[in-house]
């Protein structure tokens, strides 16, 4: 009986549905680790092969060493791990703090300073993108790290999803804290905080990969070759180098790593945090 209700048709439904899903979404990572192997021969070969004839250790050395062999992918991809890291530390601090004062402290207005927040996101940002940029002149900050970082600090999602996450956090903990004359920045940095690692791991990654995909705002800000990021190195290599597959995907490769470290340190916080928000919710 265990067998039978264990392996049910729409289990079995679910389960192949799924397991197309997951093909689908590895294919163009197994695509890109394989063909960064690879030679451009190999890579146009048809059929396509998916297991490499030899690695070719020369596509990353063409990768890292960029088109003018300067070496400047090692800079891009720290201006990029400093920014990327930058914003997504500030949008946690900045967005926890926001979310346990709406969640958690009663006083005039904050319904609608909530709602002010959550307007901002109806806002696309290639609307503000000019006056961001012409405050970014005004105040000289263009071609600079404050200027790739000062206008994603706050992030009105950020402090939807804390505010959310705090709403059913139980109040009893912190009025308890408070009894024991703790003051308020010691109930949110020693009790508040470290019980928000689920939501907290889920902000990280989204604004880290965020910044780290992102090529509008410094394609305005960046003007020298040192000041860029990795999605503009990526895409100038591209452009340069058409004909070498094998470099462009190494390239991509290597670009990739820092998310995957990220994405698979923080796995363990996700279904954790599954599991409290429906006790919670339950």
């Known amino acids: 009986m265990q067998i039978e209700k264990r392996f049910t048709l729409p289990k079995i439904g679910i389960y192949l ?18 063909a960064s192997m690879m030679t451009s021969r190999q890579i146009l070969k ?23 062999k300067t070496y400047i992918f090692v800079r891009n991809i720290s201006n ?5 890291t930058s914003v997504a530390i500030s949008t946690v601090l900045i967005a926890s703090l926001t979310g346990y ?37 005004a105040l000289r900050i263009q071609n600079s790290y404050i200027g790739l970082i000062l206008p994603f600090l706050v992030s009105a999602f950020g402090v939807f999803q804390m505010k959310q996450f705090l709403t059913t956090f139980p109040t009893e903990f912190l009025d308890a804290a408070r009894v024991d004359g703790m003051g308020e920045f010691g109930i949110y940095w020693r009790i508040v905080l470290p019980n928000c690692k689920p939501v907290i791991a889920t902000l990280l990654i989204l604004s880290f990969r965020s910044q780290w995909d992102n090529l509008l705002w410094p394609l305005l800000v960046s003007q020298s070759d040192k000041m860029k990021t990795i ?6 290599f591209a452009l340069e180098r058409s004909t ?10 290597l ?4 998310m995957f470290i990220l994405f698979m340190s923080l796995t363990k916080y996700f279904i954790g945090g599954s599991a409290i928000y429906e006790s919670r919710k339950g």
């Open 255 to 258: 670009a990739s790593i820092p």
């Open 101 to 137: 004062g709406l969640a958690k402290f009663r006083f005039r207005g904050r319904n609608t300073v909530f709602m002010m927040i959550m307007a901002t996101m109806m806002i696309p940002f290639e609307a503000i993108m000019i006056p961001l940029y012409m405050v970014v002149m």
């Open 231 to 236: 999605p503009q190195y990526i895409s100038s």
């Open 244 to 253: 070498d597959e094998g470099a462009m995907m190494a390239a991509a490769l």
């Open 80 to 84: 990029s791990l400093i920014v990327s």
């Open 17 to 34: 549905v799924l397991l197309v899903m997951l093909t689908f979404t590895l294919m163009p990572i197994i695509f890109m680790v394989s």
């Open 46 to 68: 048809m059929p396509y092969t998916w297991i490499p004839e030899g690695i070719a250790w020369e596509n990353f050395a063409k990768a890292i060493q960029g088109n003018d």
